[in-house]
């Protein structure tokens, strides 16, 4: 079966933080093409009805086609705490998360708050996600599995912790490496599944766990690998209180073989010169999460200074330390963060972070992230007039980027209007 979907096509031809707008290709009546799971055509919606006329037609008007938002670091055993009141990050981890995290034990209940999970992201427009689980193997199967039966590109891994972590909490060196290869060996490269190695940060793992799963990564080098780098202040003290004779944050990882070019360091707010550097130099990817930063007062991340050198940034909910599972409220937020370090973001930017920037941030932008021939048909059809405020607003709009930034600043999974699987279509993404 040929699917044509037609409406107005955003795409991508490169990277409008280091090229400007004039990259986002827009056509205000256009079509894509569906064949087996994938993009065969993006094109002018007449030309393609001509070429294609056995095709299956969904016309979805005047809404927006574009790739599926890309959540690249969240959190998914944190869906049922989000928006938990009047902490900061470690006394939120230990009042709020740790005791959430603990009912992962129950697989049952990992099953459950997965497909929660995906429901609501899906619901938002996101098609593919990065997530932490807990320390339990069995929050790892019950992520994979529940997104393998929703056919969905994922990217997830089990949590290591072995100190400053409750009972029932912590795992060992030995354990963190024995489980982590077998749940890797078990999904990596399954369907749409990739294993990521995951020690959760440097405060919660020895130097011996963060040695072992340092040498697991080596050891399966085509994985990414994810943590926490310069969150908060506090978080930084301890950092430095537990590991003497590092000379930042990151060389707590660095001197672990943590520190590679398939990266992510989830916040990455407050660096120092050299960490700058030697995150640049290694080509790792700095994970924005801004709703976090705001919500648990970490602080702002310096998006024109790391994209202006060139840093590889992904866009990211940190849900539930995040406030939200849309990255349609993610991509407000990042732009009310850069405002307040005096930089406008323009939505080409915003929307490129929470795509194919994120896509780029995955290593996976050959696959997802982008309306192109050849790329998994991950889509997302956004209306840009889904509630009045935004529809009067939007009635004003004299260019594509004045039409879409009230979306971008206002909506939610309201505007979602359709969301389309690896070439398929979702009942009903609401
Ligand atoms: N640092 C270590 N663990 C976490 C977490 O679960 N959320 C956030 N925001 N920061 C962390
Ligand atoms: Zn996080």
Redesign the pocket.
């Known amino acids: 079966m040929t699917d044509l979907l037609l409406g107005q096509i955003l795409s991508f031809t490169g990277n409008p933080m280091a090229e400007g707008p004039g990259v986002a290709r827009h056509s205000a009546r256009g079509g894509v093409l569906v064949e087996a799971g994938r993009i065969a055509a993006v094109d002018e919606a007449d030309e393609l009805r001509r070429a294609h006329p056995d095709a299956r037609v969904t016309d979805y008007g005047n809404a927006l086609i574009s790739a599926g938002f890309i959540d690249t670091h969240a ?1 998914y055993p ?1 869906t049922a705490m989000i928006a938990s009141w009047g902490k900061r ?1 470690i006394d939120w ?1 230990e009042s709020y ?1 740790f005791p959430e995290e603990m009912r992962f034990a129950d697989p049952d209940y990992a099953v459950d708050i997965a497909g929660r999970y995906f429901d609501l992201t899906l619901s938002m427009g996101t098609t593919t996600v990065c997530s ?1 689980c807990t320390i339990h193997p069995e929050s790892v199967d019950a992520f994979f599995s529940e997104a393998q039966r929703r056919d969905l590109r994922v990217f997830a891994g089990k949590t290591c912790m072995d100190r400053n972590a409750p009972d029932g909490l912590r795992d060992t060196p030995q354990s963190a490496y024995d489980d982590s290869k077998r749940l890797l060996e078990k999904w990596h490269g399954v369907g749409r599944a990739s294993y990521v190695v995951t020690p ?2 440097s405060p ?1 793992s020895t130097p011996d766990q963060l040695s072992v799963l340092g040498a697991l990564w080596a050891e399966h080098p085509t994985c990414l690998m994810q943590t ?1 780098l310069s ?1 908060q202040t506090d ?1 930084i003290a301890w950092v430095k209180a537990l590991f003497p004779s590092a000379r930042d944050y990151l060389d707590t990882y660095e001197a672990h073989g943590l520190l590679g070019p398939g990266g992510l360091y ?2 990455a707010i407050h660096l120092e010169p050299r960490e700058r550097d030697r995150l640049r130099e290694m080509d790792a990817s700095l994970i924005h ?1 801004p709703t ?1 930063n705001t919500f ?1 007062g970490s602080g702002l991340f310096d998006m024109d200074g790391l994209s202006a050198a060139g840093h590889r940034i992904g866009l990211a909910t ?1 849900t539930g ?1 995040g406030s939200s599972f849309s990255m349609l409220r993610t991509m407000a937020a990042a732009y009310e963060i850069a405002q307040l370090r005096h930089r406008a973001l323009h939505p080409s930017e915003l929307w490129w972070l929470a795509t194919q920037g994120a896509a780029r941030a995955l290593r996976a932008d050959d696959r997802i992230g982008n309306l192109a021939p050849g790329m998994e048909a991950d889509l997302v059809v956004i209306d840009l007039a889904s509630t009045p405020a935004i529809e009067q607003r939007a009635a004003r709009a004299n260019d594509l980027w004045d039409a879409v930034f009230p979306t971008i600043m206002m909506g939610d999974d309201r505007a979602v209007k359709a969301v389309w699987i690896a070439g398929r279509p979702l009942a009903d993404p609401d």
Do not use: A, K, P, V
Request: proline content about 0%.
């Open positions: 959190h944190q990050l981890l998360t932490y959760r940060f919660t926490h969150e978080e989830g916040h999460c976090s648990i940190d330390g």
